[in-house]
T-cell receptor, first 113, second 115 residues
Framework: DTAVSQTPKYLVTQMGNDKSIKCEQN?????MYWYKQDSKKFLKIMFS???????INETVPNRFSPKSPDKAHLNLHINSLELGDSAVYFC????????????FGSGTQLSVL | AQKITQTQPGMFVQEKEAVTLDCTYD???????LFWYKQPSSGEMIFLIY??????QNATEGRYSLNFQKARKSANLVISASQLGDSAMYFC????????????FGQGTTLQVKP
């Protein structure tokens, strides 16, 4: 069983569209994250949720809205997609907000045309 | 200011040799954690090793060891007996303080292992 799974793996869409990326973890972890990896491979945190509560929001445009229906799921919805949103988006989880080790999903390659 | 610096964009190593990937960090927080992740060409992020700021001994995980020099603020990754499957991008990351789980990543180093 995949510990942190995110779908879809690839997402190709037009500018201006709205899209969602889904993430689920079956590790029983309390804390989940979204990271963005740009074209230069630089990884930066976007959001973190702990037990469905938002604890980190890193000055991400409000076109990005994370939603955590329960602690095993953290979805990312993006409105009015722009060319600059093209990147790989990684979901991750950790046992709790203090836990050191992050478990990453396999990433979603988003291409905005 | 850059908090995590990896100065080697690319490295080559001969199979079966050891290689050191450099990482320096900057923090004023006495409590922090240092991590190394591997990202192969398939794209997933794989945890390799962790070192806490209060850990007395250098961390080791199989062929991976972390050369932690606190006074120099460096946390170099040493891979012994390199294998072809070690070819990948390697990221150093730091967690400042406790309670957020937020990691700050370096720019990455691409390692190529030659047969």
């Amino acid at each position: 069983d995949t510990a942190v799974s995110q779908t879809p793996k690839y997402l190709v869409t037009q500018m201006g569209n709205d899209k969602s990326i889904k993430c689920e973890q079956n590790l029983g972890h309390d804390t989940m994250y979204w990271y963005k990896q740009d074209s230069k491979k630089f990884l930066k945190i976007m959001f973190s949720y702990n037990n469905k509560e938002l604890i980190i929001n890193e000055t991400v445009p409000n076109r990005f809205s994370p939603k955590s229906p329960d602690k095993a799921h953290l979805n990312l919805h993006i409105n009015s997609l722009e060319l600059g949103d093209s990147a790989v988006y990684f979901c991750a989880s950790s046992r709790d907000r203090v836990q050191e080790k992050l478990f990453f999903g396999s990433g979603t390659q988003l291409s905005v045309l | 200011a850059q908090k995590i610096t990896q100065t080697q964009p690319g490295m080559f190593v001969q199979e079966k040799e050891a290689v050191t990937l450099d990482c320096t960090y900057d923090t004023s927080d006495p409590s922090y954690g240092l991590f190394w992740y591997k990202q192969p060409s398939s794209g997933e992020m794989i945890f390799l090793i962790y070192q806490g700021s209060y850990d007395q001994q250098n961390a080791t995980e199989g062929r991976y060891s972390l050369n932690f020099q606190k006074a120099r603020k460096s946390a170099n990754l040493v891979i012994s007996a390199s294998q072809l499957g070690d070819s990948a991008m390697y990221f150093c990351a730091m967690r400042e303080g406790r309670g957020t789980g937020k990691l700050i990543f370096g720019q990455g180093t691409t390692l190529q292992v030659k047969p």
